[in-house]
T-cell receptor
């Protein structure tokens, strides 16, 4: 089925560990973005990409890295995990201009201990 | 910073009743979108309204947009228990790239 696939669904990390959250879409969407969702905070933009090879920072980029080598994939790297990064992470994609709205993945629930 | 603010934060109604949620935002927008999130799931796009539109319908959903007041409302008519979810408004600006800025959401509970 077409859509946005995120892996893993759940992850527990120790403080200081690094990991990569995977995101892949098969809709040939140009725009991809990462959000984190914390209780009472809504969704906040971490990083986004408007096409392969082009990325930029969102509202809360510190502690995260991204790259976009292909149209399909947009991984999010946690460089040195901190308890403040405990959150639910969502990847989303849209066609250029976003006129049709965004398609979201099912999320990765990350706990940093 | 949050662009949109939904009101109320929580809403509890009976099946068959209408549910109205409001969203206010701060800066000029290209469009405003509404999303639904069921507990523990991802967000699902419901409807998009452009800045030059005032009202839009989709099934049981009706969205209005008042750019002079920087506000929008989402009306769900004849609510069902399956409509129980959190609802978020999100705005898209006029910059050359496409990102969304979300509000904190309204939690809707529809009781049978």
């Amino acid at each position: 089925n077409a859509g946005v696939t995120q892996t893993p669904k759940f992850q527990v990390l120790k403080t200081g560990q690094s990991m990569t959250l995977q995101c892949a879409q098969d809709m040939n969407h140009e725009y991809m973005s990462w959000y984190r969702q914390d209780p009472g905070m809504g969704l906040r933009l971490i990083h986004y990409s408007v096409g392969a090879g082009i990325t930029d920072q969102g509202e809360v980029p510190n502690g995260y890295n991204v790259s976009r080598s292909t149209t399909e994939d947009f991984p999010l790297r946690l460089l040195s995990a901190a308890p403040s990064q405990t959150s639910v992470y969502f990847c989303a994609s849209s066609s250029q201009g976003g006129g049709g709205g965004y398609t979201f993945g099912s999320g990765t629930r990350l706990t940093v201990v | 910073s949050q662009q949109g603010e939904e009101d109320p934060q929580a809403l509890s109604i009976q099946e068959g009743e209408n549910a109205t949620m409001n969203c206010s935002y701060k800066t000029s927008i290209n469009n405003l979108q509404w999303y639904r999130q069921n507990s523990g799931r991802g967000l699902v796009h419901l409807i998009l309204i452009r800045s030059n539109e005032r009202e839009k319908h989709s099934g049981r959903l009706r969205v209005t947009l008042d750019t002079s007041k920087k506000s929008s409302s989402l009306l769900i008519t004849a609510s069902r228990a399956a409509d129980t979810a959190s609802y978020f408004c999100a705005t898209e600006g006029f910059s050359g790239y496409s990102t969304l800025t979300f509000g904190k959401g309204t939690m809707l509970l529809v009781s049978p």
